[in-house]
């Protein structure tokens, strides 16, 4: 009974302090040279580019962003940023390759592919839209304003970025709204900030993790969904007293 009380505590801690690092604070980021990032497979950024050259979009630069690499794991990646020719478009390719085990772990848990693409649309009315490979399980909770889609990982550049564009189409229409133009890098890594930020108030007001987002990690295990999911309302409750979260060993 101990031992199942202590794989609680230290899986709720560690949902915990993760969410904490990925969303609780304002990201930042660096341009890089992809040339310092040799265990990532650079043909992939150079193929996507392409694609995406003759979609025309046009390459921002390369960056990365220094709060994730705070994360357990580290992806060890970073983002080619690209925009479409009337600039409402991001488009954001990454290779996450974190050290071994972690890629046998994300296959385990179904958290692949690790080989990204994503589209990403900000409107007017403070809607972000985003589209891409990622897998749905790897996404935190988030409010109405941000609208997440997902594509086949078999999804090639052209089909993806048409299924963005339809999305795009049908806010406008539904929404009465019109997309943002992003010029400059700098234009895009602020709107990811926003972005984040509509992210980090809504898990604030709803207590950090829902039972929804629970599942989508552990499955069907009800019991253990519920125990970790209290265990985290305890955590939230004594991160909003102002108090330290100690090891659970600890607690």
């Known amino acids: 009974m101990e031992e199942e009380k202590k794989i609680v505590q230290e899986s709720s801690l560690r949902i915990m302090k993760q969410l904490r690092q990925i969303w609780g604070e304002e990201h930042s980021f660096r341009e890089i040279d992809a040339n310092d990032f040799k265990h990532l497979d650079l043909s992939f950024y150079r ?35 690209m925009v479409s020719q009337d600039k409402t478009v991001s488009a954001a390719v990454y290779h996450e390759k974190p050290e071994f085990p972690w890629p046998l772990i994300c296959w385990l848990l179904k958290l692949t592919p690790l080989k990204i693409i994503e589209f990403g649309t900000e409107f007017e009315n403070g809607i972000m839209l985003s589209t891409s490979v990622m897998a749905p399980i790897r996404q935190a909770d988030g409010p109405k304003e941000i609208i997440r889609q997902f594509g086949s990982r078999k999804s090639g550049v052209e089909e993806l970025y048409k299924t963005h564009l339809h999305k795009v189409e049908t806010v406008i229409t539904e929404e009465k709204t019109r997309p943002v133009a992003h010029n400059s890098l700098d234009d895009i890594c602020t709107a990811q900030n926003r972005k984040l930020m509509l992210i980090r108030t809504h898990l604030e007001d709803s207590g950090w993790i829902s039972k929804e987002y629970l599942a989508r990690q552990y499955g069907n295990n009800t019991a253990f969904v519920d125990e970790v999911h209290k265990e985290i309302e305890r955590l939230a409750i004594k991160q909003l007293l102002g108090k330290e979260l100690p090891p659970p060993e600890q607690q």
């Open 47 to 81: 193929k996507k580019e392409q694609s995406l050259s003759l979609l025309g979009f046009s390459k921002l630069g390369d960056v990365e962003d220094t709060a994730q690499k705070k994360t357990i794991p580290d992806p060890r990646t970073f983002l080619r940023m």
